[in-house]
């Protein structure tokens, strides 16, 4: 039996460069992303994951985190910010997808790209070892972007 969450909003009708909303994907074993544009879309839309900032992580404008005077609900991890530079202290990487009409693989890197002609579709996105998602739209020029997440597991 499948146990699922209702579809989260990643990306709705973006038409300009950004991460989108992040997504706590850690509690799920597959994350299927649904991917539609508008208005004769051109652009790359790549998937960013990461495990999380550590607890005591200093980012560039975080004051160091004393644990001492925390509270057990900052001691977790942290998403990334992603339009910063991955680092140490700001892990995350692009992830691997699958298109499941055609298998078709698309690098992290690369992204998926629109060029020019909508696109409707459906990836399952490689999250072994992730904590958090985004989808974040590179070299914008035309259209526009409406991504959705649905995270599930299958009982055995």
Same mark, same amino acid.
């Given at each position: 039996m499948r146990n699922f969450t209702e579809p989260i909003i990643v990306l709705n009708a973006v038409g300009a460069t950004g991460a989108g909303t992040t997504i706590d994907v850690g509690a799920f074993k597959? *994350? &299927?992303l649904e991917l539609h544009t508008t208005g004769s879309a051109n652009f790359t839309a790549k998937v960013q994951g990461s495990s999380g900032i550590p607890p005591g992580a200093n980012?560039?404008?975080?004051a160091p985190l004393n644990t001492s005077a925390v509270s057990a609900t900052t001691m977790m991890l942290r998403p990334p910010v992603w339009a910063s530079a991955a680092s140490p202290t700001n892990p995350w990487t692009y992830l691997q997808s699958i298109n499941l009409a055609d298998q078709t693989v698309y690098n992290g890197? &690369?992204?998926i790209a629109a060029t020019g002609t909508d696109i409707n579709l459906q990836v399952e996105v490689n999250t072994n070892g992730q904590r958090y *998602?985004? &989808?974040? &739209?590179?070299?914008w020029s035309a259209g526009a972007i409406t991504v959705t997440c649905t995270p599930f597991n299958v009982d055995e």
């Open positions: 597959t *994350i &299927v980012f560039e404008t975080q890197a &690369v992204g *998602i985004t &989808v974040n &739209v590179t070299a």
